[in-house]
């Protein structure tokens, strides 16, 4: 498949380099773990004057703020699977599209997320990783969304691949997204593949990372 890289005049050249390289990179790496890309083309367009928005992934076509040091390509090349191949409700589920593509981000540069549960910040005391949008919505507003929805979610599937192994834990999302091809994925959905993949209840897992699946997780 082709990878066409557009920037703007003012892109930085050896962040242009940079992104272009870890688009490709991401493009295999992502391809092998969870599926073969399906669309033959990835456009990526580059510029240092998206810092308004940072970057924004669209099916086959993603938009990275780039400057000297790259961009967030892996992160948006991710949302390719997680969000598009495999759709979930972005509203209902935001973890289903952010924290996979965090946690895969994460598998493309080399981190592990080891110990990164202790380090994730609350900022209520109730918040669950599988909250809506209607629930960060409300007062006091979406600050720490990014720190639960993609930071504890990326780090409950890094810690869930501990949990599962890594053979598993890349057999399970091979799987999953392979069930949910061009479909839309839900909580349960992910929940029952990750228990079928494993074997065994996860429930007490699932409830020491504040994933609450179900009519419990869809309340708010
Ligand atoms: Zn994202």
Sequence with gaps: MRVRAFWT????????????????GAVDAFGERFGRYPYGEL?????????VFGSMEYPGF?????DRDGSGAAHEIAHQWWYGIVGDDEYADPWLDEAFATYAQDLFHGESGQGCWSQVYWPRPDAAITDSMGYWAEPPGPAGWTSVVYRA???????LER?????????MLRTYA???????STDADFLRAARTAAGRDLTAFWAAHRIEAGPAGSRR
Excluded: K, N, Q
């Excluded at 979610?153 to 810690?159: E, T, Y």
């Design 62 to 66: 993603v938009l990275l703020w780039t």
């Design 153 to 159: 979610g990326s780090c409950a599937l890094h810690d």
């Design 9 to 24: 005049e003012d892109t930085d050249p050896d962040g242009v380099a940079l992104a272009r390289a870890e688009s490709a």
């Design 178 to 184: 392979a069930d949910h091809w061009y479909g839309v």
């Design 43 to 51: 456009d990526i367009v580059l510029s240092p004057d998206f810092a």
């Design 163 to 171: 949990e599962l192994g890594t053979p598993v834990m890349e057999r």
